[in-house]
């Protein structure tokens, strides 16, 4: 039997098929990759998608939004506190408009009416409580300010008479005259421009035969015309202004403030702008740094194992036992002055954040490390660091993401604590957070709660868009909810 | 077991000790502050501080302090806060007011946490079930300040129902109607929270129990969904649950600081952020410490309570019994 075949001819050989080479058949579909199948994966999940398309428009806003305001994070008008969200568009219809309804006694309504604050009255009523009192309900504009006191030197007065007649706008009004009155509390009441009518000492204002309110103007004796300025020292004057045409001549721009302004008079807009990029920039490179460290010292841990496996899981063990809120804040009391706040919360938060990450990374570590492939490349001559970053790592790359990706908002949750709580001090610095935007809005929550509103809902749409998205990404990456579906 | 309670307890006085070493070195390290607080001397703060060692060298100054509080349970006394008040009696003093809170509030997040947790989980995926996730899911992400805000302009502000902050509670007691209106909304704001919690978790463990073998065993030998539900998946989804409200029993000790914060509480977390304002550093050594410790107490008897609720869990034991 053996020998048979040995004596074949040569002839007898033929290929099966010369001109037709046959190769396997190529696959028609296209590959699926791990990242591939999780995007596939992500994708179906509508929630996640809309949180994730709702967190890119919120770091567009922190992106754009200091460059689109015109106001700088600290630029106060102290004229302009607490005004209303404005939007150009919606001017006159009511809604973000800078305007408000108000209910008011009649002493109000007059004083807000005498400079042009009062937009539409709605209605007028008594009521007999305590005394017979009108009351008036009308939209009031935040906008107008009235008239001020301004001082000025003699080349900026010039300036703005110029401007006046350039523009042919009027700014200056007459200064007022309160000799009508000895009455202390009155003299008092009409040290604000705005008072620039007679007024009886209960403050209730004096009207003419038509009903009009009577102006104290000052009035030039020997001429018969009104004054404008008065000269207080040497070629200095004081104005009475309609500070809303001012402001135009002092800043060249009208006031406008998207999302309204704050005790300071300050752009919540540009501010809630830098505070987020504050937050994103900070949870972002903090969950960078901390998954650096933590997959380097996890692999170690992991790979190596034994020894230094032991007093690596000691030291770890021992860091994570520190509340993290004892640790940023002696961050802040110690390093705050030497580096500024933001590195010292930076430092803080990595100090202790990583370990959550090289326990995972660990995890995978015991669990591949021992397996046949790893055994293949070692015999193959691959070094430590090869199989640990090519072979092992990409096992766990998963689980990585999910975890730095939720990381993300809980560092910046932790941001905003301190800075409301005044733990991290950012008022040295030209930057603003939202924690402290939170604070200095919180006195003014009951007749001024824009200016908590913008703040409170942009973390919180954040956090609920991170949630999402995180959740949604580790069902994504999370292999071992492959084919699970629900 | 006993083996493994010395085990933990061992490692815990560990980490104690390490994390005291810590504390105590960042804390010394601070500039030095002159005493503020009301009646205050300052030449006494000076010569108090010469018998503290605070002019020593660290170690020996750590060497003093350890002794302090070995021998006399001796943490130093407060010099900003309340002028020469044993800082233990400063926390110690703080401590009713944080667990009166915190006790209603977990009082009232672990029957409603729980039970809409079981609620959804028998309607899981149902119209009910999505809008409790929904719930949780919003309930986890809004920041507590918020939810704090929201609640203080809706109640206070707008419908002026309830008192903005707490009533301080030595005139009025305890139990007092004041006193308890006062506390509701703080109380509201820290349960929202752990209602969620709560929620997730035990929808989370009740959905897997209910679709496990010993369910179907249980329903074949002719129990109705209810009695199988309540007798068989309950008790088995309670496993994980149970550790997790007795680490919540331990805790509230802690203060919330926010919480505390915006609502006035003069409690354990308001405390802290005083000393931290007031630069108090021997009572911020010593809440720091406490905060420490209920920690790791709370972790300890969350490990130990997963035994107790199910004996199958043998703690600590080698590889074969």
């Known amino acids: 039997m053996k020998n048979e075949y040995n004596s074949i001819p040569k002839e007898k050989f033929e290929f099966v098929s010369q001109e037709n080479i046959r190769f396997d058949q190529k696959f028609e579909t296209k590959p699926i990759g791990y990242f591939k199948d999780a995007i596939m994966r992500f994708t179906k999940n509508k929630g996640s998608v809309v949180a994730g398309v709702i967190l890119l428009l919120l770091i567009a806003f922190a992106v754009f939004a200091p460059v689109i305001s015109s106001y700088g994070v600290n630029e106060q008008y102290t004229q302009y506190q607490y005004l209303l969200p404005k939007n150009k568009m919606f001017e006159g219809t009511g809604f973000w408009d800078g305007t408000k309804v108000k209910d008011a006694s009649f002493k109000e309504y007059v004083y807000d009416n005498s400079h042009g604050a009062v937009v539409e009255v709605f209605e007028e009523y008594e009521q007999s409580n305590p005394t017979l009192m009108k009351y008036y309900k009308y939209r009031f504009d935040t906008y107008k300010r009235g008239f001020l006191y301004v001082t000025l030197e003699a080349s900026a007065y010039q300036k703005l008479v110029q401007y006046e007649n350039d523009n042919g706008i009027q700014i200056r009004y007459p200064m007022l005259d309160t000799s009508y009155t000895t009455n202390a509390r009155l003299l008092l009441m009409h040290k604000e421009a705005n008072y620039y009518y007679q007024l009886l000492p209960d403050m209730t204002p004096i009207f003419d035969n038509e009903g009009n309110i009577i102006p104290i103007y000052k009035v030039d004796d020997i001429t018969g015309e009104y004054i404008y300025e008065e000269v207080t020292s040497t070629s200095v004057y004081r104005l009475r202004v309609d500070y809303d045409q001012y402001y135009v001549f002092q800043y060249g721009k009208e006031p406008l403030y998207l999302f309204g302004s704050d005790s300071f008079g300050r752009d919540i807009f540009a501010r809630l702008g830098s505070g987020a990029r504050l937050s994103i920039a900070l949870g972002f490179s903090v969950a960078l740094i901390n998954i650096l460290i933590g997959v380097i010292y996890g692999a170690i841990e992991g790979y190596y194992g034994g020894t230094a496996d032991l007093i690596m899981e000691r030291i770890a063990d021992i860091l994570i036992e520190i509340p993290s809120i004892i640790l940023l804040t002696l961050f802040q009391i110690h390093f705050a002055g030497k580096i500024g706040p933001i590195p010292a919360l930076l430092f803080a938060f990595v100090l202790t954040g990583w370990i959550s990450t090289a326990a995972r990374v660990r995890m995978q570590f015991y669990r591949f490390k021992r397996q046949e492939y790893v055994l293949a490349a070692r015999t193959l001559g691959a070094s430590d660091g090869r199989i640990i970053f090519r072979h092992i790592l990409p096992n766990a790359i998963g689980t990585i993401i999910t975890g730095s990706i939720l990381m993300v908002p809980s560092v910046i949750f932790s941001e905003s604590i301190l800075s409301y709580l005044g733990i991290v001090d950012l008022t040295a610095s030209d930057i603003t957070s939202i924690g402290a935007m939170l604070n200095a809005g919180q006195t003014s929550l009951q007749y001024a709660p824009h200016v908590i509103f913008f703040p409170a809902i942009f973390i919180s749409l954040l956090m609920i868009s991170f949630n999402v998205f995180g959740n949604g990404l580790r069902d994504a990456f999370n292999p071992s909810l492959r084919g699970v579906e629900e | ?321």
């Open chain 2, 1 to 321: 077991m006993g083996k493994y309670i010395i085990k933990r307890l061992y490692l815990m006085v560990l980490s104690l000790f390490v994390i005291m070493t810590f504390l105590f070195i960042l804390i010394r390290l601070l500039p030095f502050h002159v005493a503020g607080a009301p009646g205050a001397d300052n030449d006494y703060a000076l010569i108090l501080r010469e018998a503290y060692g605070y002019n020593e060298p660290i170690l020996v100054q750590y060497g003093i302090f350890l002794w302090n509080i070995i021998t006399k349970f001796d943490w130093g006394v407060s010099m900003q806060i309340s002028w020469l008040t044993p800082v233990s009696k400063v926390l110690f003093d703080r401590l009713p007011s944080t667990m009166y809170v915190n006790l209603f509030a977990i009082l009232i997040s672990i029957p409603i946490g729980l039970g809409l947790g079981i609620f959804a989980a028998l309607r899981k995926n149902k119209i009910e079930d999505q809008i409790i996730s929904v719930g949780v899911m919003l309930a986890i992400s809004v920041p507590s300040f918020v939810t704090a805000f929201l609640l203080q302009y809706i109640f206070y502000s707008k419908l002026g129902w309830l008192p903005a902050i707490m009533t301080a509670t030595d005139e009025s007691g305890w139990f007092s109607w004041d006193t308890i209106k006062s506390i509701i909304l703080p109380v509201f704001s820290l349960a929202v929270g752990s209602i969620a919690g709560f929620t997730r978790y035990t929808r989370a463990e009740l959905t897997e129990v209910l679709t496990s073998d010993f369910m179907l065993l249980a329903r074949a030998k002719g129990l109705t969904r209810t009695q199988a539900t309540i007798n068989h998946a309950l008790r088995n989804s309670m496993v994980p649950i149970f550790p997790m409200i007795v680490g919540e029993f331990i805790s509230i000790l802690g203060g919330s600081l926010i919480i505390e914060n915006i609502f006035a509480v003069p409690g354990v977390g308001k405390l802290y952020l005083t000393s931290i304002q007031k630069l108090d550093y021997d009572v911020f050594m010593f809440v720091s410490m406490f905060y420490v410790v209920i920690g790791l107490v709370a972790a300890l008897m969350v490990d130990l309570s997963y035994g107790i609720v199910d004996p199958r869990i043998r703690i600590g034991g080698g590889k074969a019994e």
